[in-house]
Every structure is written in structure tokens, then in C-alpha cells.
Nanobody, 128 residues
Framework: QVQLVESGGGLVQPGGSLTLSCVASGFPVDKYGIAWFRQAPGKEREGVSCISMDDGTEDTYYTEAVKGRFTIARHSAENTVTLQMNSLKPADTAVYYC???????????????????WGKGTLVTVSP
């Protein structure tokens, strides 16, 4: 049974950092891609980042708004994918979800199409 559980959200000041974790069960994270999405109040869900299966290429995706600030990483021993978020801005405030479609490679566009499995989300609030 595929399950994804996010943690690590919270309240942080602008310019601060948080690390989100997504613990997976029911499948190995080194064999399939896992993505992070976010949904801010009143806005549509958007793809934030994704990491493809471990084929030695470290294929990743980042939406333009987070490039240079967020880093996705896979921790195979813990079957976990993390999202390190630095230089946070109020615009990053959202509920963050991890998701997988049990596909090997990430979408080049950050699309949620085919993402059949979702965690319940963790809230990130960036505010003074």
C-alpha cells in the first residue's frame, strides 16, 4: 500500500529556512519519481520540485520561482525525499504536498498529471 507522509512545516520569518520531509512506504523512492506541490490560499496547486528515479543523473525539476532557493534530495536508506527551502518569502506560504505516480521520471513541466498518490500536506507560513 503506497503511503506518503509529509512533515516539517511551520511558521518562519522571511529569509528563513525549513526542511520538509516526505516519508514513503509501499515502494522504494530510488525506483520512482517523487514530486512536491504546493497550494496557497485562493490559488491553484502548482508543481514545486521533483526528483526522478536514481539512475545516476540526479534528474530534478524546479519551478522558476524556487530555483536557487529550494533543493530536493532523496535519502534512500530512510525511504524519504526532502525539500530544503532557503531564503523563504511570504509568497512561499502554502500547504506543501508530496506526490508520486510511480513513474520513473519527472514531468518537465511540473504537471500533476498521473500523480495518483498524495500525502495530506504540511503547512508552511512565511510571515514576520
Amino acid at each position: 500500500q503506497v503511503q506518503l507522509v509529509e512533515s516539517g512545516g511551520g511558521l518562519v520569518q522571511p529569509g528563513g529556512s525549513l526542511t520538509l520531509s516526505c516519508v514513503a512506504s509501499g515502494f522504494p523512492v530510488d525506483k520512482y519519481g517523487i514530486a512536491w506541490f504546493r497550494q496557497a490560499p485562493g490559488k491553484e496547486r502548482e508543481g514545486v520540485s521533483c526528483i526522478s528515479m536514481d539512475d545516476g543523473t540526479e534528474d530534478t525539476y524546479y519551478t522558476e520561482a524556487v530555483k536557487g532557493r529550494f533543493t530536493i534530495a532523496r535519502h534512500s536508506a530512510e525511504n524519504t525525499v526532502t525539500l530544503q527551502m532557503n531564503s523563504l518569502k511570504p509568497a512561499d506560504t502554502a500547504v506543501y504536498y508530496c506526490a508520486t505516480g510511480l513513474m520513473r521520471y519527472c514531468s518537465a513541466s511540473g504537471s500533476s498529471r498521473g500523480m495518483d498518490y498524495w500525502g495530506k500536506g504540511t503547512l508552511v507560513t512565511v510571515s514576520p
